[in-house]
């Protein structure tokens, strides 16, 4: 009994002084590091990037190129292509449907002999 106290004793003081030792650290790290609080912001001017005017035939180029692309193409694969909906699949084309079926027939002519 006498241990347990000494222990539970030990420990208490242990947590005293961590607590002592912390509980500073922990207000210091919250204080303000600056004393009037404003904020210094510095931005780096860059010279801004300016591209190229296309030539008028080359975006005429382009622009034929786009049309002839979009007329080649099928209207309902737009359709099928950008549907987050996939087409209907018949449930008696499952593949567990199909295995089921071939092996009913294979059992059927197996046992028919």
Avoid: C, W
Avoid at 51 to 56: D, R
Avoid at 57 to 84: L, M, Y
């Amino acid at each position: 009994m006498e241990t347990r106290k000494r222990t539970t004793m030990m420990f208490t003081l242990a947590l005293g002084v961590a607590l002592l030792v912390i509980a500073p650290l922990a207000v210091a790290a919250q204080a303000p590091s600056s004393p009037s609080g404003d904020l210094q912001l510095e931005r780096q001017h860059r010279k801004p990037v300016v591209l190229p005017k296309p030539s008028p035939e080359q975006a005429r180029v382009d622009a034929e190129r786009a049309v002839d692309e979009i007329v080649g193409r099928d209207p309902g694969a737009v359709v099928r292509d950008t549907s987050p909906v996939g087409p209907s699949s018949r449930p008696d084309l499952n593949y567990d449907v199909k295995s089921g079926i071939q092996s009913d027939r294979l059992n059927k002519e197996l046992f028919k002999r």
